[in-house]
């Protein structure tokens, strides 16, 4: 099945300065790559995604870029505000009909100002 | 309902006891899902259903963990026999996609469980 790493586990970042996660998957016909952003106690939401047929989006200050030869994937937050701080996480989902999303250990992004 | 359902918000049982969480997705989700999350950790896949169907179990720890589903609705998931390292939050989540490419999930608040 899929296995999705994640790096770094922790990230500490200033206000205003760029922060990037990286992770990679197993599954070479994996198509879809979300990321999901959770603040402490809460539930985790959907901040951007991108499919096997883009290398790149972006949304704002958020952007992620996929290399599907390599079979990585990154995050990419410019331009970071204390908001910013919470858990990232990566996933990725097999290409068969069926098969689950499943998300990389996470990254705790801290900002300060 | 507004967003994903989940009860109890809390359950403290003692070892060896049998608990039952449970997951009301959105209607009309056909995608349903079960994530384990220990403190501080990520989200482990445990069970993945297309309606009332399970092509995805593989994430379930043991025989002790058990799931289903009615239909497109209401979904249980199980834990026979609770052992101290069962304790998490469960969390369960739901997308409208289903067959295909995966959509957006949307969780629930979690059940968080814990074993004495």
């Known amino acids: 099945g899929e296995n999705v790493e994640q790096h770094p586990s922790t990230l500490s970042v200033q206000e205003g300065d760029s922060a990037v996660i990286k992770c990679t998957y197993s599954?070479?016909?994996?198509?879809?790559f979300p990321w999901y952003k959770q603040e402490l106690g809460k539930r985790p939401q959907l901040i951007i995604d991108?499919?096997?047929?883009?290398g790149e989006k972006k949304d704002q200050r958020i952007a992620v870029t996929l290399n599907k030869t390599a079979k990585h994937f990154s995050l990419h937050i410019t331009e970071t505000q204390p908001e910013d701080s919470a858990v990232y996480f990566c996933?990725?989902?097999?290409?068969?009909?069926?098969?689950?999303?499943?998300f990389g250990k996470g990254t705790t992004l801290s900002v300060s100002s | 309902g507004a967003g994903v359902s989940q009860s109890p918000s809390n359950k403290v049982t003692e070892k060896g006891k049998d608990v039952e969480l449970r997951c009301d997705p959105i209607?009309?989700?056909?995608?349903l899902y079960w994530y384990r999350q220990r403190l501080g950790q990520g989200l482990e896949f445990l069970i993945y259903?297309?309606?009332?169907?399970?092509?995805?179990k593989s994430g379930l720890p043991s025989d002790r963990f058990s799931a289903e589903r009615t239909g497109e609705s209401v979904s249980t998931l199980t834990i026979q026999r609770t052992q101290q390292e069962d304790s998490a939050v469960y969390l369960c989540?739901?997308?409208?996609?289903?067959?295909?490419?995966?959509?957006?999930?949307?969780f629930g608040e979690g059940s968080r469980l814990t074993v004495l």
């Open positions: 259903f297309q309606g009332n169907s399970a092509p995805d």
């Open positions: 991108i499919r096997s047929n883009v």
């Open positions: 996933a990725a989902s097999g290409g068969q009909a069926g098969t689950a999303l499943i």
């Open positions: 599954d070479s016909a994996s198509n879809y």
């Open positions: 989540a739901s997308s409208r996609l289903a067959g295909g490419p995966v959509g957006e999930l949307f």
């Open positions: 209607s009309g989700h056909t995608a």
